[in-house]
């Protein structure tokens, strides 16, 4: 296996590792790596902090892996390679009728990496999250290939979903695809006037698919003010979305500045009648709405940005608010915020889901950015919520152990499969998520 | 009518994507290379993604007496054949400096295997009156460079064979397209160190089944190499000689 020297990033491109990487383009290559000195298993790097980084190590980037090895048409049953990209398989069977169970905001992310993570959808919900979808994984496991399942090792089946890669290589998994009506999406969208209005509609909402956008510019009486989408698959024919355009560049810094990002929007949030409207999106539009406009990361500058994203208990949406306000009055956050109600369902000891409302706002990285973010953190774990690791690149290590309880368990495990540490990562060092305190 | 293509060197990274993208438009594949083990795995890929049939079958382009399995399963279907060769391969310059013995290897797999076995195929497309035949050359077929000749010459060879080939063919209403690929990201090239206008498998695959479409002779994929080595070809050999390019 050739290895080759190189310097790469996560999405929000902050955190930068140098180190070899190796792209296996046939599925034994990956036993032979760790049979002579295994790595951890990398995917499209589409987490932002340092989850998918090894600074002055090796990784294996599995992305090459990526074929359906077994279909059945009549359950929606799949087996497929840990490289497979989500988006891929929405695309492949989509048109026949059949939707991966749960789609994080890009579909860009491979199996493997919506495993490591637990991700979770528009869904969440009423489906839960992926790993909860899956049956059963193929896991490259010091003595082999082992194909690990609820039933045959339950501890190291939820030490791996949202384990982030730390049990080695997920080869291929197993999970039921969604029966759909079709590959289009029937949405309505509501404009919402402040934050008091955004929560019951989120409470009150039934339907299959949801998310909020919200302005965290706005302040005052408009403080939460954003956007309700709701949807449901449907048949019919519209437009192919359009080919994805890229951002050649870092662009200069003054793109997104505050009065740019304050006028962008409110007229994104007025494109919407106030009466709101229902319209009918190619499946792409409504999913990974970010994914048309390739490496939009770099709109950050050279520098990079971070994503903060929580998730507190329902009982602390006042919390939430609080954190809504500090962010606004700061100035700093971008176009993109992500406000959600989120079901309990999670797959793994190390899963980010709970009950509750989940906040997601992306800020350039600067020093005032990570003095805003710590603020956050700190009251994100008061309000006894949690942090999702697949955006951190920030957080504190104390604060990490305080909000994922079952840490201990999922540990046991990693000591167990991994004593020598070989599947670390620049995320697990940097909140030392290999030491039991 | 049924269409299927075999495809030669099925486990290349090229090939596995245009073999999707095939299977994906409706067609049946064989493929056909040296790991079944991988090949069974695409072939699962390729029923899964809307192939009819998806069959596997060992051949090494280094023994001609292993054709005759493939050349049967292509026989047995109906309808349009079609063929795609990726065989290839390119040991470093250096090591075959030093050791000779890999020219003919190199030959067999970029050149010699290939063209035997299309050589064998011919018939039937004739007989059928019908289908395409892609061959992968390389732009390193177009002039002999210092990093890579013998690669260069055995790639060079196949595309003056691909050329007369299609003048055969063409009388019985057979394509054939040599498609010149620069440098593309693939097991071939990982590790080497910056690549000019390294391009995407993916995209290769889409010029590749462009061209196919519209019956082009030749494609330079991407696009680019097509001036490029346009420029580079038309440099007198005086000055050639002393580049390093
Ligand atoms: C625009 C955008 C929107 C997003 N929206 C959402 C969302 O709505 N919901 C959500 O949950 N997430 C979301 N994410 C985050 C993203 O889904 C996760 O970070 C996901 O893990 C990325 O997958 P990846 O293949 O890029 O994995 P990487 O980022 O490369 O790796 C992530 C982790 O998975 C591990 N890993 C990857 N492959 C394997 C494997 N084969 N075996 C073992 N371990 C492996 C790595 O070690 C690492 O720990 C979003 C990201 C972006 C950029
Ligand atoms: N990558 C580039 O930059 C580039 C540029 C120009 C042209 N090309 C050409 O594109 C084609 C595909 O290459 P790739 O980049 O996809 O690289 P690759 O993945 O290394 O593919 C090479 C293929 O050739 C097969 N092969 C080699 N010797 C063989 C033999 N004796 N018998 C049967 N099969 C044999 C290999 O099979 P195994 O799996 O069994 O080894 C493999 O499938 C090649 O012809 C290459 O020369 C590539």
Same mark, same amino acid.
């Given at each position: 296996?050739?290895?080759?020297?190189?310097?790469?990033?996560?999405?929000?491109?902050?955190?930068?590792?140098?180190?070899?990487?190796?792209?296996?383009?046939?599925?034994?290559?990956?036993?032979?790596?760790?049979?002579?000195?295994?790595?951890?298993?990398?995917?499209?790097?589409?987490?932002?902090?340092?989850?998918?980084?090894?600074?002055?190590?090796?990784?294996?980037?599995?992305?090459?892996?990526?074929?359906?090895?077994?279909?059945?048409?009549?359950?929606?049953?799949?087996?497929?390679?840990?490289?497979?990209?989500?988006?891929?398989?929405?695309?492949?069977?989509?048109?026949?009728?059949?939707?991966?169970?749960?789609?994080?905001?890009?579909?860009?992310?491979?199996?493997?990496?919506?495993?490591?993570?637990?991700?979770?959808?528009?869904?969440?919900?009423?489906?839960?999250?992926?790993?909860?979808?899956?049956?059963?994984?193929?896991?490259?496991?010091?003595?082999?290939?082992?194909?690990?399942?609820?039933?045959?090792?339950?501890?190291?089946?939820?030490?791996?979903?949202?384990?982030?890669?730390?049990?080695?290589?997920?080869?291929?998994?197993?999970?039921?695809?969604?029966?759909?009506?079709?590959?289009?999406?029937?949405?309505?969208?509501?404009?919402?006037?402040?934050?008091?209005?955004?929560?019951?509609?989120?409470?009150?909402?039934?339907?299959?698919?949801?998310?909020?956008?919200?302005?965290?510019?706005?302040?005052?009486?408009?403080?939460?003010?954003?956007?309700?989408?709701?949807?449901?698959?449907?048949?019919?024919?519209?437009?192919?979305?359009?080919?994805?355009?890229?951002?050649?560049?870092?662009?200069?810094?003054?793109?997104?500045?505050?009065?740019?990002?304050?006028?962008?929007?409110?007229?994104?949030?007025?494109?919407?009648?106030?009466?709101?409207?229902?319209?009918?999106?190619?499946?792409?539009?409504?999913?990974?709405?970010?994914?048309?406009?390739?490496?939009?990361?770099?709109?950050?500058?050279?520098?990079?940005?971070?994503?903060?994203?929580?998730?507190?208990?329902?009982?602390?949406?006042?919390?939430?608010?609080?954190?809504?306000?500090?962010?606004?009055?700061?100035?700093?956050?971008?176009?993109?915020?992500?406000?959600?109600?989120?079901?309990?369902?999670?797959?793994?000891?190390?899963?980010?889901?709970?009950?509750?409302?989940?906040?997601?706002?992306?800020?350039?990285?600067?020093?005032?950015?990570?003095?805003?973010?710590?603020?956050?953190?700190?009251?994100?774990?008061?309000?006894?919520?949690?942090?999702?690791?697949?955006?951190?690149?920030?957080?504190?290590?104390?604060?990490?152990?305080?909000?994922?309880?079952?840490?201990?368990?999922?540990?046991?495990?990693?000591?167990?499969?991994?004593?020598?540490?070989?599947?670390?990562?620049?995320?697990?060092?940097?909140?030392?998520?290999?030491?039991a305190t | 009518m049924s269409e299927t293509w075999i495809i030669l060197g099925a486990t290349s990274t090229i090939a596995r994507v245009f073999a999707r993208k095939v299977s994906e438009s409706g067609k049946s594949v064989i493929l056909a290379g040296r790991d079944l083990d991988e090949l069974?795995?695409?072939?699962?890929?390729?029923?899964?993604?809307?192939?009819?049939?998806?069959?596997?079958?060992?051949?090494?382009?280094?023994?001609?007496?292993?054709?005759?399995? &493939?050349?049967?399963?292509?026989?047995?279907?109906? *309808? $349009? @054949?079609?063929? =795609?060769?990726?065989? !290839?391969?390119?040991?470093?310059?250096?090591?075959?400096?030093?050791?000779?013995?890999?020219?003919?290897?190199?030959?067999?797999?970029?050149?010699?295997?290939?063209?035997?076995?299309?050589?064998?195929?011919?018939?039937?497309?004739?007989?059928?009156?019908?289908?395409?035949?892609?061959?992968?050359?390389?732009?390193?077929?177009?002039?002999?460079?210092?990093?890579?000749?013998?690669?260069?010459?055995?790639?060079?060879?196949?595309?003056?064979?691909?050329?007369?080939?299609?003048?055969?063919?063409?009388?019985? &209403?057979?394509?054939?397209?040599?498609?010149?690929? *620069? $440098? @593309?990201?693939? =097991?071939?090239?990982? !590790?080497?160190?910056?690549?000019?206008?390294?391009?995407?498998?993916?995209?290769?695959?889409?010029?590749?089944?462009?061209?196919?479409?519209?019956?082009?002779?030749?494609?330079?994929?991407?696009?680019?190499?097509?001036?490029?080595?346009?420029?580079?070809?038309?440099?007198?050999?005086?000055?050639?000689?002393?580049?390093?390019?």
């Amino acid at each position: 296996m050739r290895w080759k020297d190189s310097t790469y990033t996560g999405w929000g491109r902050f955190h930068q590792a140098t180190g070899s990487l190796a792209r296996p383009e046939r599925a034994d290559h990956v036993q032979q790596i760790t049979a002579d000195d295994p790595a951890p298993a990398i995917g499209m790097r589409r987490s932002y902090g340092d989850a998918c980084l090894n600074h002055q190590g090796r990784a294996i980037d599995m992305t090459r892996l990526d074929r359906v090895l077994e279909f059945d048409a009549e359950t929606g049953m799949i087996h497929v390679e840990a490289g497979a990209q989500i988006g891929d398989l929405l695309h492949s069977f989509a048109p026949r009728g059949w939707l991966p169970p749960v789609m994080p905001g890009t579909g860009f992310a491979t199996i493997g990496g919506g495993i490591a993570m637990d991700v979770h959808g528009k869904n969440h919900h009423g489906t839960g999250s992926f790993g909860q979808h899956v049956t059963e994984f193929t896991l490259m496991t010091p003595k082999g290939p082992k194909v690990i399942s609820p039933d045959t090792d339950e501890a190291l089946f939820k030490a791996t979903v949202g384990g982030l890669g730390q049990t080695g290589p997920i080869l291929s998994a197993r999970f039921p695809l969604l029966k759909a009506k079709g590959d289009v999406m029937v949405v309505t969208e509501r404009r919402v006037d402040n934050w008091a209005d955004f929560i019951p509609l989120l409470d009150n909402s039934d339907a299959t698919y949801s998310v909020g956008w919200i302005d965290a510019t706005a302040r005052g009486r408009s403080l939460g003010r954003g956007i309700l989408e709701e949807a449901e698959t449907g048949g019919g024919l519209v437009k192919a979305a359009r080919r994805a355009k890229k951002i050649p560049f870092n662009t200069p810094g003054f793109a997104l500045s505050p009065a740019i990002v304050r006028m962008f929007n409110a007229s994104y949030w007025r494109r919407v009648p106030h009466s709101g409207r229902t319209s009918v999106k190619p499946i792409d539009d409504f999913f990974f709405p970010l994914d048309k406009i390739h490496d939009w990361n770099k709109l950050y500058g050279k520098r990079g940005f971070h994503q903060f994203q929580c998730v507190v208990p329902l009982e602390a949406v006042d919390a939430l608010r609080t954190m809504l306000v500090n962010i606004a009055n700061s100035g700093l956050a971008s176009p993109l915020a992500v406000l959600k109600r989120m079901g309990p369902g999670r797959g793994g000891y190390m899963s980010f889901p709970m009950e509750g409302y989940t906040l997601a706002v992306d800020f350039r990285a600067n020093r005032h950015a990570e003095k805003l973010v710590a603020e956050l953190e700190s009251m994100t774990c008061d309000a006894k919520g949690r942090i999702y690791l697949a955006k951190d690149g920030l957080a504190a290590s104390t604060h990490i152990r305080a909000m994922y309880p079952e840490h201990a368990s999922w540990l046991e495990q990693i000591k167990k499969i991994d004593p020598e540490g070989s599947y670390s990562t620049d995320l697990i060092r940097r909140l030392n998520l290999r030491d039991a305190t | 009518m049924s269409e299927t293509w075999i495809i030669l060197g099925a486990t290349s990274t090229i090939a596995r994507v245009f073999a999707r993208k095939v299977s994906e438009s409706g067609k049946s594949v064989i493929l056909a290379g040296r790991d079944l083990d991988e090949l069974e795995r695409s072939a699962a890929d390729c029923k899964s993604r809307g192939a009819p049939d998806a069959k596997t079958v060992a051949i090494d382009a280094r023994n001609i007496e292993s054709f005759e399995a &493939g050349l049967a399963l292509a026989r047995a279907t109906s *309808g $349009t @054949v079609n063929a =795609a060769v990726f065989v !290839g391969s390119m040991p470093p310059q250096e090591e075959i400096d030093e050791n000779p013995d890999l020219i003919e290897g190199t030959i067999a797999d970029s050149f010699t295997g290939p063209a035997q076995f299309l050589t064998m195929l011919a018939p039937l497309l004739e007989d059928r009156g019908s289908g395409t035949i892609v061959g992968v050359g390389s732009v390193a077929g177009d002039r002999g460079r210092l990093g890579n000749y013998v690669y260069g010459a055995a790639k060079s060879g196949f595309h003056t064979y691909l050329s007369g080939l299609r003048n055969r063919l063409g009388r019985s &209403g057979v394509h054939v397209v040599t498609v010149k690929p *620069g $440098t @593309v990201d693939t =097991a071939m090239t990982w !590790g080497m160190d910056a690549l000019p206008f390294l391009a995407q498998p993916e995209k290769v695959a889409d010029d590749i089944l462009r061209a196919v479409s519209k019956r082009r002779n030749t494609l330079y994929t991407p696009m680019i190499w097509w001036p490029v080595m346009t420029i580079i070809k038309s440099i007198p050999e005086a000055i050639f000689k002393k580049l390093k390019i």
